[in-house]
């Protein structure tokens, strides 16, 4: 049964410069009509993937801390009159680091937030610019200091591995961000996504990506200076003090059960995948012709499954028991993983194998990719 639970708000804010403005944009939002779609959608969801307390509440999407505090107060209420909340639970806000945005913070707080992550992705105002951002780094620094008056557990983002991006630059800059005491850091590699301005601006030869190895330099000095600071790796790029991880993430990374509620919500229950209608009109209309969003739910094999939790999992420094995700879904070790290629890798110090707990090393992370093609069965991949 589900422990957590996602919540998708869909509008951003105006000239959001990430999505499409007509889609996600709106004049003005009825409140009141979402909160009955949205409360209506997790009733469906609590009477199929109820039965055990919360653990975790993430509230994301488009711009998820212009929410009205009182909107969150309900859904968190209703949460928990449909589910329990567990003694400790987490319950995260993805915010913007802007002042109109740091000005809901104190009232959020008071609804039941106590986890907020910040996108402040860099703290040079030229990146900024870069990266399409609409706020500048005093702007953010002031948010930061606003999200840690009021809020129990705050993490932000970085964007590194820049065009042109030199190690002493990047020292420079995750130095003073481990400087300003937060127990989280999210710290991403500048990817060229299909389809973006970035890809454009590649096409035309106004950007050169940074290469692979100077990347794979940048990405040994952050898990050194992350390190050193308290805050190890426990996936790929996230970085925390012990006991300081995202619950909520992990719920993902370790492929555990969570209810996708709001338009364009992603869940995985009971061995289904379910989605929720994208557009907001969408949702709205199938909210009230059916009580619930839902666009989709399927029934995935053991093998999508298993594809899924090994695709996940192996970005987690822990790794997977393979003993455990065997009995858990009931195919042999052996058709899990490809066994020679472990060997093989785990002697070129790319894999580290403890019994029946696999993972990779932090000399393999940057070639994660790469590995999971080799290491997950073909017959995982094709049936």
Same mark, same amino acid.
């Given at each position: 049964m589900?422990?957590a639970?996602?919540i998708? &708000?869909?509008?951003c ?12 944009v ?5 409140f ?16 199929i993937?109820?039965?055990e307390?919360l653990? =975790?509440?993430?509230?994301g999407?488009?711009? !998820?801390s212009? +929410? !009205?505090?009182?909107?969150?107060g ?6 928990e009159?449909? &589910?329990?909340?567990? *003694?400790?639970?987490e319950?995260?806000?993805?915010? *913007?680091?802007? =002042?109109v ?7 959020l707080?008071?609804a $039941? ?19 399409g951002?609409l706020? #500048? ?5 002031q ?8 809020f129990?557990?705050?993490s932000?983002?970085l ?6 991006q ?7 800059q995750?130095t003073?961000?481990?400087?300003f005491?937060?127990?989280h ?6 990817t060229?996504?299909? $389809?973006t ?5 590649v096409?035309l030869?106004?950007?050169? !990506?940074?290469?692979d ?22 996936e790929?790029s996230n970085?925390?003090?012990? $006991? ?16 996708g509620i %709001?338009p %364009?919500?992603? $869940? ?6 379910t989605e929720?209608?994208k ?12 009580s619930?969003?839902?666009?989709? =739910?399927r ?11 090994i695709l +996940?999992?192996?970005r987690l420094t822990e #790794?997977?028991?393979?003993?455990a ?5 009931g195919?042999p ?5 490809v066994?020679?290629?472990v060997d093989l890798?785990?002697?070129?110090g790319?894999? &580290?194998?403890n019994g029946?707990?696999?993972g ?14 080799e290491?997950?069965?073909?017959e995982?991949?094709?049936?």
């Amino acid at each position: 049964m589900a422990r957590a639970l996602y919540i998708h &708000w869909p509008f951003c804010a105006k000239k959001c410069p990430y999505c499409d403005f007509n889609s996600h944009v709106r004049e003005s939002v009825d409140f009141g009509r979402w909160q009955d779609a949205l409360v209506a959608d997790m009733r469906h969801e609590a009477g199929i993937g109820g039965g055990e307390a919360l653990t =975790s509440i993430f509230f994301g999407g488009g711009t !998820p801390s212009l +929410m !009205p505090p009182a909107l969150v107060g309900a859904l968190l209420e209703e949460a928990e009159r449909l &589910w329990g909340f567990a *003694n400790d639970i987490e319950i995260t806000l993805e915010a *913007n680091p802007s =002042s109109v945005e740091a000005a809901n913070f104190a009232d959020l707080a008071h609804a $039941g937030v106590n986890r907020v992550s910040l996108g402040i992705q860099s703290l040079e105002d030229d990146t900024l610019r870069f990266l399409g951002r609409l706020h #500048g780094v005093e702007e953010a620094l002031q948010a930061l200091e606003t999200a840690q008056e009021h809020f129990t557990r705050v993490s932000f983002d970085l964007i590194y591995a820049l065009p042109g991006q030199a190690p002493e630059h990047w020292c420079k800059q995750l130095t003073r961000a481990l400087g300003f005491g937060t127990s989280h850091l999210s710290l991403y590699q500048l990817t060229i996504e299909p $389809g973006t301005r970035f890809q454009t601006e590649v096409r035309l030869g106004n950007i050169t !990506p940074l290469e692979d190895d100077p990347a794979a330099e940048l990405f040994a000095l952050t898990q050194e200076l992350t390190e050193s600071a308290g805050l190890p790796a426990y996936e790929t790029s996230n970085h925390a003090r012990p $006991g300081e991880e995202s619950r909520h993430n992990l719920t993902y990374w370790r492929y555990e059960d969570y209810c996708g509620i %709001g338009p %364009g919500a992603h $869940g995985r229950r009971a061995g289904a995948a379910t989605e929720r209608h994208k557009r907001p009109e969408a949702f709205l209309e199938a909210v009230q012709t059916h009580s619930d969003g839902t666009k989709f =739910s399927r029934d995935l094999t053991q093998s999508e499954q298993a594809s899924e939790a090994i695709l +996940m999992g192996l970005r987690l420094t822990e #790794g997977i028991d393979f003993a455990a995700l065997e009995q858990r879904l009931g195919i042999p070790r052996d058709r899990l993983l490809v066994q020679s290629k472990v060997d093989l890798h785990k002697g070129l110090g790319l894999i &580290w194998q403890n019994g029946e707990r696999v993972g990779v090393t932090t000399k393999g992370r940057p070639v994660l990719d790469a590995l999971l093609a080799e290491l997950v069965s073909d017959e995982m991949v094709t049936s």
